[in-house]
């Protein structure tokens, strides 16, 4: 027998999630299953139901309904955690949208799972991307320790006075979801004493109390007040995570930023990239190195307020970038690639090139070769087109189903 | 950093055998990460899940494509294309097949890359629990023992934390660590050599031409092309029917979720056991209880 016990458990990146929202001692959770995210809310059922917490989940008839009824509990004043994946988030796009201008704090987590069509049950971005302008702050995780520590963290940022917006937790499905590694769970007490029982800034709903929330507006101008609010709330979320994250580093030793950078300083090639991939990417470019080749991995760990000026801080001075999108834009290409371009434009010592890579679709698994074919291109100052993952060996499986498919 | 791939059919505690694996070696200090693969199969298809182990931190996620250990839990996946469990394995991978045959027969018939370690498994759990069918202890111990870096007290251990999850107690627990004392004891740890990092090589990129709509857009047009997919391995149980019994009463062929009996012209159903995946929904709508239920491999205690 060992002392690991006493300190860490083997989790999957769902039951990390929903050790989260446990040690945050949520009081709602509105519930619609979806794989590949269902782990999530049957630990949680069960939790309610033999009394570990203390509480109501219900099962709601859709994912639009869900996410409204967490904005609707948000707004009563009590602790809410929802999550969702996929079509499901889709589903509830219009909901998400409206809760999040209510302006009432509460943690979801997205399992991420590639969008049809065709439709498949692996993972990639679209589904997170498809919330990118909701208005959520969003926090996309490495490891299934990164995802309790950011629900944690996330109602810390949520329920900020300054803030008062939801947060999105994602982690990548299959990959992390079903994955399971050792995670520190923090002590009940300590994660209280870090996290006190919520306690809203704002008037809330209470019997008897009459007040209404999100009437309609017309003429443009009330409505890019409320707007422009919102955005400047999301803006200094960064502030607050910042903040939280140091109080999070103090409490229980482990510490985050809003960018994590690995082997950047001195990386002459450095790939952009987020959730569980990451660390494939990590042990490249310990490879890479190993070959001779300086390159470097910038993880981003929020996406939503967009961390700018640390991304430009960290990739100043840096001669080549890659940015890997796990997600397509059919037209336009990666989704966060131009974000980071937009980011570097203003600064002297930008980079010469960034490129667009597009990979990790469906599921598609991103070689650690893969990496050395990034650099390959970024040494070729001629291509303008993303780089899309795609090998000789993908194209012959399909040319192999697509013998069955057709007559 | 030790990369063990389990294989054997949903229902067969496969995932649980990767996690007892996970588990234990944690607990005997390790880094550790295990990660199940299935889709939106069910009982008796093939499902693979993977253990890494370490001293340093894991950099790697996802499926294990060249094990240094391999577990085969169903030796009637050898045969089985679509599983092809020896896949991404060579001369240095250590292969563990459940079976009672001899080994080098085995290398023999199936062109295995090296002499594997075999233990009948399923002949042990039958004789502990009852139960020829779940294999996630034993097989996990067998996984534990063969790396030798796990310890009897921490592999005990972690069948205690992973069965409880089950709701697992009481005496099916300890007939469990009987089961494993017995599997650690049969086996001997194997050398396992650490691989050599191979050097990054470029991937062989394509650049995609756009095609015209028809062959862009995921339409299929051939029909019946289910037919190729056989799903007849994924059965434990067989029916059979009993024609001497049987009215020609056509519920079966009508309740079968595989639509997989077909009347023949004489009106007496047939089973095409190429596809029937063993769901024994027919011989429970039977109303004459024509339909038996046989293992497909032959036990020696009667199916429940
Ligand atoms: S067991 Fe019976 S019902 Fe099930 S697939 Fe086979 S023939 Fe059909
Ligand atoms: S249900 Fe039973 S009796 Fe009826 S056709 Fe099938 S096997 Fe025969």
Same mark, same amino acid.
């Given at each position: 027998m060992n002392s690991n016990l006493n300190k860490k458990r083997m989790l999957t990146g769902n039951k990390a999630a929903a050790w989260g929202a446990r040690l945050a001692g949520i009081e709602y959770v509105p519930a619609f299953p979806i794989t590949p995210q269902t782990e999530i809310v049957e630990t949680l059922s069960q939790w309610f139901a033999d009394g570990t917490l203390q509480g109501k989940f219900t099962n709601m008839d859709s994912e639009h309904s869900m996410f409204m009824a967490a904005g609707a509990a948000a707004a009563t004043g009590v602790r809410v955690f929802t999550a969702s994946s996929s079509q499901g988030i889709l589903h509830g796009l219009e909901s998400i949208y409206?809760?999040?201008?209510?302006?009432?704090?509460? *943690? %979801?987590?997205?399992?991420?799972?590639? &969008?049809?069509?065709?439709?498949?049950?692996?993972?990639?971005?679209?589904? *997170? %991307?498809?919330?990118?302008?909701?208005? &959520?702050?969003?926090?996309?995780a490495e490891t299934c320790q990164e995802v309790l520590d950011f629900v944690l963290m996330g109602y810390k940022i949520a329920e900020h006075p300054l803030v008062s917006i939801p947060v999105l937790v994602n982690l990548d499905g299959f990959v992390l979801s079903f994955s399971r590694e050792p995670v520190m769970i923090p002590d009940e007490k300590a994660a209280l004493e870090f996290l006190p029982p919520f306690k809203p800034v704002q008037p809330v709903f209470r019997a008897s109390q009459p007040m209404a929330r999100a009437s309609a507006v017309f003429g443009g101008g009330t409505y890019t007040y409320f707007r422009i609010q919102q955005d400047l709330a999301a803006r200094q979320a960064e502030t607050v995570f910042n903040e939280t994250a140091r109080e999070f580093a103090e409490r229980f030793g482990r510490t985050y930023e809003p960018v994590e950078r690995f082997h950047v300083d001195d990386a002459e090639v450095v790939f952009v990239m987020s959730n569980s991939f990451a660390t494939k990417g990590k042990s490249a470019v310990l490879k890479l190195r190993k070959q001779g080749i300086k390159a470097g991995l910038l993880k981003l760990s929020m996406f939503r307020p967009f961390p700018g000026e640390a991304i430009a801080n960290a990739l100043a001075g840096c001669q080549k970038v890659a940015v890997i999108d796990q997600n397509l834009a059919p037209g336009m290409g990666g989704i966060i690639y131009p974000e980071i371009v937009t980011a570097m434009y203003d600064k002297k010592d930008r980079p010469k090139k960034i490129l667009s890579v597009v990979g990790g679709l469906g599921g598609k698994d991103i070689k650690e070769d893969d990496f050395l074919s990034i650099v390959e291109r970024l040494n070729d100052s001629e291509s303008k087109r993303p780089l899309y993952l795609f090998d000789e060996g993908d194209w012959s499986q399909f040319q192999q189903l697509q013998k069955i498919a057709l007559v | 950093m030790l990369r063990v791939r389990s294989h054997g059919r949903g229902g067969q505690g496969i995932k649980t055998a990767s996690q007892i694996m996970g588990t234990a070696a944690f607990l005997s200090g390790y880094q550790s990460q295990d990660f199940p693969l299935y889709g939106a199969e069910r009982r008796g298809a093939p499902i693979v899940a993977f253990t890494r182990v370490s001293q340093k931190t894991i950099l790697e996620r996802g499926p294990i494509s060249l094990p240094d250990l391999l577990l085969i839990g169903d030796e009637t996946l050898l045969e089985d294309p679509q599983a092809a469990p020896i896949c991404g394995s060579d001369e240095q991978t250590v292969l563990f097949i459940n079976s009672e045959k001899d080994p080098q027969i085995l290398k023999g018939s199936f062109n295995l890359p090296s002499l594997p370690v075999t233990c009948g498994l399923t002949k042990l759990c039958l004789q502990y629990l009852n139960d020829g069918m779940v294999r996630s202890t034993a097989l996990g111990a067998a996984g534990a023992r063969l790396t030798g870096r796990?310890?009897?007290?921490?592999?005990?251990?972690?069948?205690?934390?992973?069965?409880?999850?089950?709701?697992?107690?009481?005496?099916?627990?300890?007939?469990?660590?009987?089961?494993?004392?017995?599997?650690?004891?049969?086996?001997?740890?194997?050398?396992?050599?650490?691989?050599?990092?191979?050097?990054?090589?470029?991937?062989?990129?394509?650049?995609?031409?756009?095609?015209e709509v028809q062959d862009a857009a995921p339409i299929i047009t051939a029909t019946r092309n289910m037919v190729q997919r056989k799903t007849g391995n994924w059965r434990i149980h067989r029916p059979e029917i009993d024609y001497e019994d049987c009215n020609n009463c056509m519920i079966c062929y009508a309740r079968c979720p595989e639509g997989v009996i077909e009347m023949d012209p004489e009106g007496k159903p047939v089973i095409d056991y190429d596809h029937c995946k063993g769901c024994m929904i027919c011989a429970q709508e039977c109303p004459k209880h024509s339909i038996k239920t046989l293992w497909e491999m032959d036990y020696e205690l009667e199916p429940q």
């Open positions: 409206t809760v999040a201008g209510w302006r009432v704090p509460f *943690v %979801m987590v997205n399992v991420s799972r590639a &969008l049809a069509t065709p439709i498949t049950l692996e993972p990639d971005h679209n589904d *997170v %991307m498809a919330t990118r302008d909701c208005g &959520l702050i969003q926090l996309h | 796990i310890s009897l007290e921490d592999l005990l251990e972690s069948v205690e934390i992973e069965l409880d999850v089950m709701g697992i107690a009481g005496q099916p627990l300890q007939s469990n660590l009987d089961l494993v004392r017995e599997v650690f004891g049969a086996l001997n740890p194997v050398t396992i050599k650490e691989r050599e990092e191979s050097a990054l090589s470029p991937s062989k990129l394509m650049v995609l031409e756009q095609k």
